[in-house]
């Protein structure tokens, strides 16, 4: 089959695109250095709408709160519903809307994080805009990357999206109980992980009902 792929200097603004992705990593290293400065572990959230980021986010908050203090930044084009309910759970939580963008960058994260007390807080978890692609891009400045894809995503959600899985350090295969009637083999998408990173920790969860929650956790306590 014909496949067209761009080749370098065919995709347009490709200059513009460069200096801004190297700007947003400097700008992801200051912010690590505040993290540092702080002794703040910082965490990236990173999937798909629908994967189930949120939904996590909160039984970490509820499972984890007694031991650390927690912080959230949650991206979304528009609303503040995830942050509502991770605040519910426990957490310090600021709202990034990003209205049109697709995904967090590092400028905005530093404007976030100069709202929240970062002397109160142990853990900051920074949930992405629902998005496997352009996120992989722009690091924030987290120390660790969990990539969340559940199994209604489909059997190709992992080859379909290499770079995303490349730059992670834990993924997270969400939605197992409906694997079966979804038609999708998770020793194939385990597999798949393996493929593009050989090594890295793949756990299994039901987030909404906590199951494999607690295989994350023990991850980040000992991260
Ligand atoms: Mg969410
Ligand atoms: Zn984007």
Redesign the pocket.
């Given at each position: 089959m014909k496949i067209i792929k761009p080749k370098s200097g065919e995709i347009f603004d490709i200059e513009l695109e460069e200096s801004l992705l190297k700007k947003n990593r400097e700008l992801a290293e200051e912010n690590k250095k505040i993290f540092n400065q702080y002794d703040i572990k910082a965490i990236d959230i990173l999937g798909s709408i629908g994967s189930g980021k949120t939904t996590l986010m909160c039984q970490i908050v509820k499972k984890l709160k007694k031991d650390y203090r927690i912080g959230v930044i949650t991206g979304d084009l528009t609303t503040t519903i995830d942050a509502d309910l991770i605040k519910k759970n426990g957490a310090q939580v600021i709202q990034i809307n990003t209205g049109k963008?697709?995904?967090l960058d590092a400028k905005l994260v530093s404007e976030a994080i100069k709202n929240l007390p970062l002397k109160e807080i142990d853990l900051l978890f920074i949930e992405n805009v629902g998005?496997l692609?352009?996120?992989g891009e722009f690091p924030l400045g987290a120390h660790y990357r969990i990539v969340v894809f559940s199994c209604t995503e489909g059997p190709y959600v992992v080859i379909k999206h290499p770079y995303i899985f490349k730059e992670a350090n834990m993924v997270v295969i969400n939605k197992i109980d409906l694997a079966k009637n979804m038609k999708v083999s998770l020793t194939k998408l385990k597999r798949d992980i393996k493929k593009i990173k050989p090594f890295i920790p793949i756990i299994e969860t039901v987030a909404r009902k906590g199951k494999g929650v607690e295989k994350i956790i023990n991850f980040l306590k000992n991260a």
């Open positions: 963008e697709c995904h998005n692609i352009c996120p």
